[in-house]
């Protein structure tokens, strides 16, 4: 007779760890914070949807991380979320509408798919930083590495320090403002949208080509370093796509709609 199984198993037939979030956070009034130094990253997470979704608690704080990897992503409400150390590969992604504030550094792919909301990381960033993000504002006090906002389709994306090459990979809308150098390839395959450099770009990309800084470019520049409270450098160069790849006059009228 065959055994039956119960709990909770992966696909592999595996019981998976317990699914019940740890409920280890202290709760004052309004807000949260818990200890995420003896939890796993399934613990973290759980615990941070207890809080925010069956508690109603939009205030949490979550220390020592442990740069743990995939760390409050897929959350879809308004809330302010203090992460108080480093987040490895993946951190909050996924997300729409939170304000989230990582006061150490953060791995790869750091808010990759955000669709509202903030990110703030206080230190650095690494490869990937924002990919295909959607809206919202994402901002490295640090430096990030190489293709940040790879695939962007709107939002922004603030640098205070140095970009890594092929910065700007395939941007197809939004904005990345980077208060220092940038690596070569910069904007490379870009089919929309703008970025602002402060500093020296090593190389442009295949199609990327410098445009006309204007008077609502740096209103822009200066409203959103004000609301963040950063100091702008003194001037920024603007680069666009030059449109040299933009090849849908040939396609049919019914191709055309779904590639626009």
Not at 106 to 116: C, F, H, K, R, Y
Not at 132 to 155: M, P, Y
Not at 245 to 251: G, H, I, M, P, R
Request: with cysteine; charged share 25%; glycine share 14%.
């Amino acid at each position: 007779m065959e055994q039956v199984k119960t709990g909770r198993y992966d696909i592999r037939g595996l019981a998976e760890p317990d699914a019940t979030a740890p409920k280890t956070a202290i709760v004052t009034g309004d807000s949260a914070e818990f200890d995420a130094a003896e939890l796993s990253t399934r613990q973290v997470n759980l615990e941070l949807r207890r809080l925010l979704y069956d508690e109603g608690i939009h205030d949490v704080t979550v220390r020592n991380p442990g740069a743990k990897h995939s760390i409050a992503v897929g959350i879809l409400t308004r809330c302010k979320l203090l992460i108080d150390g480093s987040l490895g590969y993946f951190g909050c992604g996924l997300i729409d509408g939170p304000e989230i504030r990582v006061t150490g550094r953060v791995g790869w792919s750091v808010a990759e798919n955000m669709m509202s909301g903030v990110v703030v990381v206080d230190k650095n960033a690494g490869s990937l930083t924002g990919a295909a993000l959607r809206g919202g504002d994402l901002v490295v006090r640090g430096h990030v590495g190489a293709r940040t906002g790879i695939d962007q389709k709107g939002g922004t994306i603030i640098v205070g320090g140095n970009a890594g090459s092929m910065t700007g990979f395939m941007m197809q809308r939004g904005r990345q403002i980077i208060c220092g150098d940038v690596g070569a390839g910069m904007g490379d395959s870009m089919y929309d949208g703008a970025i602002y450099v402060a500093g020296k770009v090593k190389s442009l990309g295949v199609d990327c080509v410098e445009s006309e800084f204007t008077d609502a470019d740096q209103e822009l520049i200066d409203r959103k370093f004000a609301a963040y409270e950063l100091d702008a450098p003194s001037s920024f160069r603007k680069f666009v796509c030059g449109r040299k790849l933009w090849n849908y006059d040939s396609l049919e009228p019914n191709e055309r709609k779904l590639v626009l």
